[in-house]
């Protein structure tokens, strides 16, 4: 996994390209109508039942939009809310305020759906040894974000990108000429390149699995697409051997049977890709 020090270097970046998009060389509506020295301050408010996230990025991005305005924070990220709750408040200059109020509203609307859903999917795992997982499906540009909101809900992060985590996955082992041959290059680059990252390694098949299990230094194989009975069959075949992952198209009617099947993991996309965001909204008081 990343740093947090790449981390927080992300969400600045996020930040950053954020206020460029919204306001460009400015925000002409307040700079038209509200005076400069003008202060006043705003409530966010809930307006449907969820798990609120993006509580602390608010304030990243408050502050770097105006590092003189102040958050009273009242509810704090990961709690569940209702309609009619009161996030926080933001008092300051109103020009400050209103340049930062749609990066704010966007970012926490959709982080707040992200958590609400995963925070849903860890309840459906309660009493299973097994963790949800997020991916790579994220909104191009918001990824540190959208995972921070997943690790708020409760689940648990994969890989952040391409660099931190192996995973060679059906096209990988093709194009490579097989899995074995995909699995031993990999370890062969990654010596040679003096890269420490662990390799995850996909299974269309309980063969392929077999194939797998025959190579030395797979950190998790990843079930993809089985039915439940080839799924306990997997688990059983992989034993203590490696770590176990299942995904493909699991949602909430199938995600509990999968991880009584005693998978480690269940990944799915759905968390970051398939969610409507909390409705929201920051209003003058």
């Known amino acids: 996994m ?113 958590a609400t859903k995963t925070n849903k999917y860890v309840q459906l795992l309660e009493g299973t ?49 097989g899995i074995t041959k995909a699995i031993t290059k990999t370890k062969q680059y990654l010596k040679a390149n003096n890269l420490d990252l662990k390799i995850i390694v996909e299974a269309r098949t309980l063969d392929e699995i077999r194939e797998i299990l025959q190579n030395e230094g797979v950190h998790r194989i990843l079930i993809d697409n089985f039915n439940f009975e080839d799924t306990k069959k997997a688990v059983a075949l992989i034993g203590t051997q490696c770590q176990t992952e299942s995904s493909g198209n699991i949602n909430e009617n199938t995600i509990r049977s999968y991880a009584e099947c005693g998978v480690d993991y269940i990944s799915s996309g759905a968390l970051t890709h398939s969610v409507y965001n909390m409705d929201l909204s920051l209003k003058a008081v």
């Open 2 to 114: 990343i740093s947090e020090k790449q981390f927080a270097a992300e969400l600045q970046m996020i930040i950053e390209n954020a206020i460029r998009e919204d306001v460009g060389p400015g925000d002409y509506s307040s700079l038209a109508c509200i005076p400069e020295s003008a202060t006043g301050k705003a409530k966010l408010l809930v307006k449907e039942d969820g798990i609120i996230a993006g509580v602390t990025f608010a304030k990243m991005i408050f502050a770097y939009v105006d590092a003189n305005l102040q958050v009273e924070t009242l509810i704090t990220d990961g709690t569940a809310v209702k309609y009619g709750d009161i996030i926080l408040h933001v008092s300051g200059s109103s020009q400050s305020i209103l340049k930062a109020e749609r990066t704010v509203l966007n970012s926490m609307q959709r982080m707040s759906a992200i």
């Open 129 to 177: 040894k097994t963790k949800i997982l997020d991916t790579r499906k994220t909104t191009p540009g918001f990824r540190a974000a959208e995972k921070w909101a997943v690790k708020i809900g409760g689940g648990e992060n994969h890989r952040f990108a391409l660099y931190d985590m192996v995973m060679l996955k059906d096209n990988h082992n093709d194009f490579a000429g």
